[in-house]
């Protein structure tokens, strides 16, 4: 089982940037991909960003494209989600997670949660 762990969320004005962290431990050979989700109150957990270890490719959602970047550090066993451009609607809960479905946000392993919050 993977354990995962994030840091480096916060409150920034729009326009702003963050960069989340999250550090894995565990069954990290396990795994085939880390990535992050987001869930604003009242609204459904959805997919933000994914990138797979084996060919490091990576997966995002149309709504950060161009914002934001997924990155890996697997010496470290951690991943980055730098966040550009920020927005009003990109204040949410973010989760790292690994284990990746066939679809953005399908995840096996779910962290704790970071909070982000863009005020306009």
């Known amino acids: 089982e993977v354990q995962l762990v994030e840091s480096g969320g916060g409150s920034v004005q729009a326009g702003g940037s963050l960069r989340l962290s999250c550090a894995a431990s565990?069954?990290?050979?396990?795994?085939?991909?880390m990535g992050w989700a987001r869930q604003a109150p009242g609204k459904q957990r959805e997919g933000v960003a994914a990138?797979?270890?084996?060919?490091?490719?990576?997966s995002y959602a149309h709504s950060v494209k161009g914002r934001f970047t997924i990155s890996l550090d697997s010496g470290q066993n951690t991943v980055y989600l730098q966040m550009n451009s920020l927005k009003p609607e990109d204040t949410a809960m973010y989760y790292c997670a690994a284990d990746c479905g066939g679809v953005l946000g399908d995840f096996g392993a779910w962290g704790q949660g970071t909070q982000v919050t863009v005020s306009s």
């Open positions: 990138i797979y270890f084996r060919n490091r490719g990576t």
């Open positions: 565990g069954a990290t050979f396990s795994s085939n991909c």
